[in-house]
């Protein structure tokens, strides 16, 4: 009885200790004027403050290493939060790189077990990540030639390099949360490994489930990096009037005249232009521009962006549940600037070279 | 590189506006001005952007005032010394300085604003048709006049004030000499000078 | 009546004028269908007559839509000090307004008309129709002592051209 009663009276005493420090030591939400002058108070503050700097910052470590980790269980809710049915076996192997089946075995050699006597069950997502790979980068060409048809083959390739790079699909594979799920030596986890994951865990939806809804992974979560950047600012376009020249010519339209359509300021560090591109005087396209060249630069990359029919003011890609039946046709090759270009430029007499700017 | 650039630099770009103050009211041309010079006239326009354009205007010597305010409307001006005060009727103003009134009227429109100095540089006013080629050369648009430029009977010719429709027929026999006023020749002893004097 | 005097009259005018005759004559309104009165003297008799003037132009005439028969009725809201064509057909060639009786105006319009002309002149867009000042007479200076005159003025109307 007295024990209970004391360790009730303890109980209350810390308590009301905690509250007490946790309430008043920082004097804001003291309600009365202090009537004290607590000399310890700063210094004991510029103390801690001074540990926390000479500790540094916070050494990262993986998510594994906290107690409440349970990697069934993620695996698990990795599959459920896509909404794809993966088989677990696949799953986990997606996510074994190839550093961590090396890392094992030599463990295991330091052990002293024989591997060819009790095989280490591992196979690693190379496989996966190969096949995930190719999958991936056909189907982004056939829906992007799909998409935008007239676009030259160069602007289909430059918008595929963009979207399939290192960086792109690392920033897809962390934010969907293969970070903490990848089995790597390596920490913390370089955008070469989480982008080999990605492309496996591609792979392993195609080993699952097939083609189809391999592509409709990758049409969820790897084209939707393309909405709101400019598709056109993926190509860059050395001399676009000379470009637009070629078209022009060879589609049995005059060639590329611009012209001065408004200017203002001309005298001051503010001035602006308007140059229009017109052939067999139909207008094409217009653009500003602070100076004449510039303008007139910009105009025959509008000109480029009309012939293309990737202006502006295009169509959103056809992405979530549009795209359910959407018809590809993957056959598709769209025509290359290139041909183009040696096709009027490189047959005949090499002085057309010369003239292609103003 | 970008597109987006050139646009960016088209929308903030300062354009160059030119404005006859020709027979316009300084008052309500000053209106239209400083819609000019503030750039309210954009979609872009917000209070704390700078976006406004330059207003050149020209002809301010021509300016026409409604009715009896050449006389009435003051100028007034105070050197914060006792007995400093003083004013000045708009012809007198307009004597001394041609572009003063105009000037003015916009200064005055734009009053409670922290940036008045800065648009008011951007206002170029010349007493007549005569502006410089350099300024000349900025220009890329036309603000719409406030009124209507009057025109003088003198100005039209013969062709027009036959051809213009009479509005009444006068009676046969009416003699038009029959309200004439006398010419008076003879030295009036109301009017002449040297009556008075004598 | 000392000496014999023959007095022929065509048709009787309504106003006879004064016997001084202008050697100054600023034809600003038509002379159209009127007549003037010329008096000859020969040794015995002074004849008076109504000579009508010759057509000069032949201006279309418009037609009168109002009832009251005013020519200015249908302007009532649209009449400015600055349509100066149809003000001058209102004003005599000394720049007085004609009377209602010649014109045919309402009293209504004729009061406007009255205030219309004063703007329009002093607008400056109708000519100048002082009188040539008397002989010997020191010309006062004008401008000089009205200084403001010399400026453009407006006036405000209710017309369509000027909404403000």
């Known amino acids: 009885m007295a024990a209970s009663m004391a360790s009730k009276l303890f109980r209350a005493g810390a308590r009301s200790t905690i509250r007490k420090v946790s309430l008043f030591s920082n004097g804001l939400l003291q309600k009365g004027p202090r009537r004290n002058y607590d000399r310890h108070r700063m210094r004991y503050l510029k103390e801690m403050y001074q540990k926390r700097l000479d500790a540094g910052p916070e050494k990262p470590r993986r998510r594994s290493e906290w107690i409440n980790w349970n990697y069934d269980a993620e695996i698990y809710a990795f599959g459920q939060r896509l909404g794809e049915e993966f088989e677990e076996s696949t799953l986990r192997q997606a996510f074994i790189n190839r550093s961590y089946v090396e890392g094992e075995k030599k463990k295991r050699a330091e052990l002293g077990i024989d591997i060819d006597a009790v095989p280490l069950q591992l196979d690693d997502n190379t496989e996966f990540a190969n096949e995930g790979s190719v999958l991936m980068s056909s189907y982004l060409k056939v829906y992007l030639r799909n998409i935008y048809p007239y676009m030259f083959e160069e602007g289909i390739s430059a918008a595929h390099d963009y979207l399939t790079t290192d960086e792109m699909l690392a920033h897809i594979s962390k934010h969907i949360g293969c970070e903490d799920l990848i089995l790597s030596e390596e920490f913390p986890t370089s955008s070469a490994t989480l982008s080999t994951t990605f492309k496996a865990v591609v792979g392993a939806l195609f080993s699952d489930k097939g083609r189809e809804r391999a592509e409709q992974f990758v049409r969820d979560f790897v084209l939707p990096q393309l909405i709101e950047t400019d598709i056109n600012e993926l190509w860059q376009i050395v001399n676009p009037m000379g470009l637009l020249k070629a078209v022009l010519v060879l589609s049995g339209k005059g060639e590329p005249e611009p012209r001065l359509l408004w200017k203002s300021g001309a005298n001051t560090i503010m001035s602006l232009y308007w140059v229009g591109i017109y052939s067999d005087k139909d207008f094409i396209a217009k653009s500003p521009g602070e100076t004449i060249l510039i303008a007139e630069e910009m105009a025959a990359r509008e000109a480029i962006k009309k012939i293309m029919k990737t202006e502006d003011s295009r169509a959103p890609l056809v992405l979530g549940a549009a795209a359910e039946n959407l018809k590809l046709d993957y056959e598709r090759v769209n025509v290359s600037a290139e041909d183009i270009i040696r096709k009027y430029y490189g047959s005949e007499d090499p002085q057309k070279n010369t003239s292609t700017s103003l | 590189m970008a597109h987006n650039r050139v646009m960016q630099w088209a929308v903030l770009a300062r354009t160059w506006w030119i404005f006859d103050a020709n027979q316009q009211c300084p008052f309500r041309s000053a209106y239209r001005i400083t819609t000019y010079l503030q750039g309210l006239h954009k979609p872009v326009y917000h209070r704390h952007g700078d976006v406004g354009d330059h207003v050149v205007v020209f002809n301010t010597k021509h300016i026409a005032m409604r009715g009896d305010f050449w006389r009435t409307y003051k100028h007034f001006h105070h050197t914060r010394y006792a007995g400093g005060f003083s004013r000045a009727s708009a012809y007198r103003v307009h004597e001394e300085d041609p572009t003063r009134i105009l000037e003015r009227a916009c200064h005055n429109r734009l009053s409670g604003l922290d940036n008045r100095r800065t648009l008011m540089k951007r206002l170029h006013l010349f007493p007549d048709k005569d502006i410089p080629e350099n300024i000349l050369e900025n220009v890329s648009g036309q603000i719409q006049q406030v009124q209507v430029v009057p025109k003088k009977l003198e100005d039209y010719t013969q062709e027009d004030i036959d051809s213009f429709p009479q509005l009444f027929k006068m009676p046969e026999d009416y003699d038009i000499d029959s309200y004439k006023r006398e010419n008076r020749l003879e030295p009036d002893q109301h009017t002449s000078k040297a009556w008075r004097l004598k | ?164």
Request: include cysteine; proline fraction near 7%; glycine fraction near 4%.
């Open chain 3, 1 to 164: 009546m000392a000496t014999p005097m023959k007095v022929t009259i065509n048709t009787v005018p309504r106003i006879f004028s004064s016997g001084l005759i202008s050697t100054r004559f600023i034809n600003t309104t038509s002379t159209k269908r009127i007549k003037k009165i010329e008096i000859t003297k020969k040794d015995s008799a002074t004849v008076i007559e109504g000579v009508k003037l010759k057509e000069e132009t032949h201006q279309p005439v418009r037609e009168i839509k109002a009832p009251t028969g005013c020519p200015l009725c249908e302007f009532q809201n649209s009449l400015t000090y600055r349509d100066v064509l149809m003000l001058r057909q209102f004003l005599s060639p000394d720049g007085k307004i004609l009377p209602r009786h010649v014109t045919g105006v309402c009293f209504t319009m004729q009061w406007k008309l009255k205030n219309i002309l004063y703007q329009s002149y002093s607008a400056g867009l109708l000519p100048n129709y002082r009188p040539e000042l008397p002989v010997n007479e020191d010309p006062t200076h004008y401008l000089k002592n009205y200084k403001w005159r010399k400026n453009n003025v407006y006036y405000e109307d209710f017309s369509l051209e000027n909404p403000l």
